[in-house]
């Protein structure tokens, strides 16, 4: 298959049919999937630094894509990490773009950084799947989803204290990685209706088609509940880019690789003049620079990334107190049947972390719950796979 099989996977225009495998091509046995997570993320959260995360993160996502810019390639954001694919003939290129985005990691937030390849071959010669298809989000932007255990497989590798040496990318060579389009100047998104909610739905069932039917009952009950509103976290009336006196540390950090210094005080003044510019534009509904204020918020929230399926379930909803309750309810319901198992986090707001190729349709917004979003929803998740293994359930 040629580097740009992406192109031949058919368009999902309903997000219910995230799970329809039709929807779904194989990835070129040739292809390798990129695994970014930052180690210790919990902790790291429990301590305030749940932006700093969510920022490596989408770091990862913006450096892979800038060392190869002529391809479609699939990605996921995860909240603490990342997931991509990405051709043999580009490994090299990847592989400097992700010691670069770890050395980052170490220098300007003083984290760590896992990354990680597996050849599908590999993973495929061990009896794991790896497929993609496409969301059409907006008329802008498609989104990757993912399907297969191969996902989850090749996390189990990166991961393993052993075999983990053999995936992980070497020290050595190159660590260069190009952030530019990487943006983090809005203010928290806050909720409309009580809770932004951070859910991660993973189906526990034997076969492909149960677990496909548990995804689709999970996906009506949140239908169901929310009465065709698709709980989208972000809107107009929420939008606000940051203020004179706003925070931005993490872009600069992202920007000078530096969290102090020359390098880090004049891209964060950049970083401020730019908001502050594009706040006139946007009150004005005025153009300039290539950023039409009125446009490009509505382009904003088109270009979300609040829902997506790689194996599992992950959507930033915006729901009342009555809704949460009514999906929480169908959750359990679906748990206590043996069906799946989920991660629920509550947060006042909601975080946008954008990459922009252009101010005009090429740009994509990443959204996460804030105080921990998807990671602290993860170690729900992860509880209740131990209290199952633990029950021998």
């Known amino acids: 298959m040629l580097e740009d099989f992406l192109h031949a996977v058919p368009e999902i225009e309903r997000f219910a049919d995230?799970?329809?495998?039709?929807?779904?091509?194989?990835?070129?046995?040739?292809?390798?999937?990129?695994?970014?997570?930052?180690?210790?993320?919990?902790?790291?959260?429990?301590?305030?630094?749940?932006?700093?995360?969510?920022?490596?993160?989408?770091?990862?996502?913006?450096?892979?894509?800038?060392?190869?810019?002529?391809?479609?390639?699939?990605?996921?954001?995860?909240?603490?990490?990342?997931?991509?694919?990405?051709?043999?003939?580009?490994?090299?290129?990847?592989?400097?773009?992700?010691?670069?985005?770890?050395?980052?990691?170490?220098?300007?937030?003083?984290?760590?950084?896992?990354?990680?390849?597996?050849?599908?071959?590999?993973?495929?010669?061990?009896?794991?799947?790896?497929?993609?298809?496409?969301?059409?989000?907006?008329?802008?932007?498609?989104?990757?989803?993912?399907?297969?255990?191969?996902?989850?497989?090749?996390?189990?590798?990166?991961?393993?204290a052993e075999a983990g040496a053999r995936y992980g990318v070497s020290e050595d060579g190159p660590d260069e990685a190009n952030f530019e389009g990487f943006e983090c100047r809005w203010q928290p998104v806050p909720t409309r209706r009580g809770h932004v909610v951070s859910m991660i739905v993973q189906a526990l069932d034997a076969t492909e088609a149960d677990r496909a039917r548990s995804y689709r009952r999970t996906i009506a009950a949140l239908e169901a509940a929310l009465e065709g509103d698709a709980g989208h976290p972000v809107s107009l009336r929420g939008l606000r880019l940051g203020t004179l006196f706003g925070d931005y540390a993490i872009e600069a950090r992202l920007r000078s690789g530096a969290a102090e210094g020359p390098a880090f005080r004049a891209a964060q003044a950049r970083a401020r003049k730019k908001s502050l510019i594009g706040r006139a534009l946007i009150a004005l509904g005025a153009s300039a620079g290539g950023f039409d204020g009125k446009a490009y918020p509505v382009e904003l929230v088109a270009n979300s990334d609040f829902r997506k399926f790689d194996e599992a379930l992950r959507m930033v909803l915006d729901v009342s107190a009555e809704q949460l309750a009514v999906v929480e309810a169908e959750l359990e319901h679906l748990r206590a049947e043996g069906h799946v198992v989920y991660g629920l986090h509550r947060a006042p707001s909601a975080l946008i972390t954008c990459y922009l190729r252009s101010y005009s349709g090429d740009h994509v917004h990443f959204v996460d719950g804030s105080d921990g979003g998807y990671a602290l929803a993860a170690r729900q998740l992860k509880a209740q796979l131990a209290e199952l293994r633990a029950t021998g359930r």
């Open 18 to 160: 995230v799970t329809e495998p039709r929807f779904y091509r194989d990835a070129p046995d040739h292809w390798h999937i990129v695994l970014t997570d930052v180690r210790g993320s919990t902790k790291a959260i429990e301590a305030g630094r749940y932006r700093d995360v969510n920022a490596l993160g989408v770091a990862s996502i913006v450096a892979i894509r800038n060392a190869t810019p002529d391809l479609e390639l699939p990605y996921v954001f995860g909240g603490d990490g990342a997931t991509l694919l990405v051709p043999d003939s580009r490994r090299a290129v990847c592989e400097a773009a992700l010691r670069g985005v770890r050395k980052l990691a170490r220098s300007a937030f003083e984290l760590e950084l896992r990354v990680g390849l597996v050849r599908v071959g590999e993973l495929r010669s061990a009896g794991h799947a790896v497929q993609v298809a496409r969301y059409r989000a907006s008329p802008f932007v498609r989104l990757a989803m993912l399907r297969g255990s191969g996902i989850a497989q090749a996390e189990r590798w990166v991961k393993d």
